[in-house]
């Protein structure tokens, strides 16, 4: 369930994202009154089994069963800010009645990290922006340098292009740092290349220090931007929420068994 309006007194207006199906938009009647089977399961964020039926190029929903609520990112204001940018580049860059099996997985794994795991939002946006850029078809290079293949160096992503260049080709290709043109350390190199390629059963099994995360949050959010195209108004939230001292305090169980 990624966005939720209710409509009269006891209808909502929900659309979802089905692995099968994209997005959907689903008319559910009666879903506000009380005791009312639709209601747990027509919650932002929930995951339901939905039975629908369409009439006239519409859906309705005939019933639901609810999976899992994820009720813990309802509980914080970082989480939700976090879960809803997220829902908005889903809803801009998925369509409708088209498959979406890999962004469904890296949504609800996401979810399920940030309800139930307590995981860093820092860390669960970095996977997320990466890695969803990277599969809707504007994966990075990831062989190294995009003249020598080298990656055991500092390496300079130019986020614009998608490529990374050492500092001799940087030279070379006469490249200069700025705000699109940033450095990144092997390890950093690593963790992107990691996210982008892992089996997404595996792309949060990893971790990087504090620094270096708070340096790949800054990459993958201008990847994102850039080959999107488009500011999501849902950030300037997140980032309204974010007190920074919280940041990185909390605990950190995400289930990690990497280091990079
Ligand atoms: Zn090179």
């Known amino acids: 369930m990624i966005s939720v309006r209710d409509a009269g007194d006891n209808d909502r207006f929900i659309t979802i994202l ?26 932002l964020f929930a995951c339901a089994k939905f039975c629908m039926r ?20 309802r ?23 088209q498959s979406a099996k890999d962004v469904y997985r890296l949504f609800m794994n996401s979810l399920y ?23 809707l078809g504007m994966m990075p290079n990831l062989l190294g340098c995009d003249e020598c293949y080298r990656s055991d160096v500092t390496l300079c992503f130019l986020i614009k292009r998608g490529i990374f260049l050492c500092d001799d080709h940087m030279q070379s290709r006469v490249v200069y740092h700025d705000k699109y043109n940033v450095d990144v350390t092997a390890g950093m190199f690593e963790a992107i290349r990691f996210v982008c390629l892992s089996d ?7 971790r990087v220090s504090d620094e270096a995360l708070e340096k790949l949050c800054y990459i993958s959010e ?22 920074p001292e919280t940041d990185h305090n909390e605990d950190n169980e995400q289930t990690t068994d990497e280091e990079i």
């Open 222 to 243: 201008l990847y994102a931007e850039v080959h999107f195209d488009r500011h999501f108004k849902t950030l300037d939230f997140y980032y309204s929420v974010c007190a």
């Open 200 to 206: 997404m059963s595996r792309i949060f099994s990893f």
């Open 18 to 43: 089905s692995p099968e199906m994209g997005l959907a938009d689903i008319s559910v009647k009666g879903a506000k009154k009380l005791g009312s089977k639709s209601n747990s399961s027509t919650q």
């Open 75 to 97: 509980l914080d204001m970082q989480r939700l800010s976090l879960a809803s940018y997220m829902a908005e580049i889903i809803k801009f860059t998925v369509t409708s009645g």
């Open 54 to 73: 369409e009439r006239g190029g519409r859906y309705y929903l005939n019933s639901c069963e609810p999976v899992k609520s994820f009720y813990g990112i």
């Open 113 to 135: 990290l940030l309800s139930e795991k307590g995981a860093d939002c820092s860390f669960v946006k970095f996977v997320f922006e990466m890695r969803i850029t990277a599969d």
